[in-house]
């Protein structure tokens, strides 16, 4: 079992949608949780940070964490074309010298 | 945000060369950068931690003599390929973080390189 499970996709959505992003973990020493975006054959760009259960708000993405069901989720509000890229979920822990664990991303695809 | 900048963004060599890639953090010091290598419709896979004025760290399975790993400067880390093969034809990226322990991590644009 991997330790960081992302649906790969892809996943297409009407603009304006709101997109569903989801990975599950199997280690619940993960206590920091990562959303990235990654447009085609370039760096991955860090959206969106957390480190506690619940939600948290950025604009028109929300990340979402469940510590207790081992999932995380980042939803994205009136989506645009401009938001089609791979969505790259990363997980890690304190002490783990800043190595992450990734998911191997969810390629989305938002169309007019 | 912290900005970290990688050259060259590709490179083709021919088989049996050596390439060497730039990963330089621009506006912080970072005394750990990250290299990692994707392949077309995977994910990032962590080859080696760069440490400075100390050796780099590898990852299970990641051959320290065919990509040996520099970290002269606080704000430069360099990783080369050596004897490159098509094998090695991947997107290389790195990343760096003015903080430790938070596990933010800033991502370079990525370096692909294509061996002939």
């Known amino acids: 079992q991997k330790e960081v499970e992302q649906d790969p996709g892809p996943l297409s959505v009407p603009e304006g949608a709101i997109v569903s992003l989801n990975c599950t973990y199997s280690?619940?020493?993960?206590?920091?949780f990562m959303w990235y975006r990654q447009y085609s054959r370039k760096g991955p760009e860090l959206l969106m940070y957390?480190?506690?259960?619940g939600n948290k708000e950025d604009g028109r993405f929300t990340a979402q964490v469940d510590k207790s069901s081992k999932y995380i989720s980042l939803f994205i509000r009136d989506s645009q074309p401009s938001d089609s890229a791979t969505y790259l979920c990363?997980?890690?822990?304190?002490?783990?010298?800043?190595?992450?664990?990734f998911g191997t991303g969810t390629q989305l695809k938002v169309e007019l | 945000g912290a900005v970290v900048s990688q050259h060259p963004s590709w490179v083709i060599c021919k088989s049996g060369t050596s390439v060497k890639i730039e990963c330089r953090s621009l506006?912080?010091?970072?005394?750990?950068m990250f290299w990692y290598r994707q392949f077309p419709k995977q994910s990032l896979m962590l080859m080696a931690t760069?440490?400075?004025?100390?050796?780099?760290?590898?990852e299970q399975g990641v051959e320290k003599d065919k990509f040996l790993i520099n970290h002269a400067s606080l704000t430069l880390s360099t990783l080369t390929v050596t004897s490159a093969h098509p094998e090695d034809s991947s997107f290389y990226i790195c990343?760096?973080?003015?903080?430790?322990?938070?596990?933010?991590?800033?991502f370079g644009e990525g370096s692909r390189l294509t061996v002939l």
């Open positions: 990343s760096a973080t003015p903080w430790t322990g938070t596990g933010e991590l800033f």
């Open positions: 280690n619940s020493a993960f206590q920091y």
């Open positions: 957390t480190y506690s259960s």
């Open positions: 990363a997980i890690g822990v304190t002490g783990g010298g800043n190595k992450l664990t």
């Open positions: 506006d912080f010091q970072a005394t750990t």
């Open positions: 760069s440490n400075e004025g100390s050796k780099a760290t590898y």
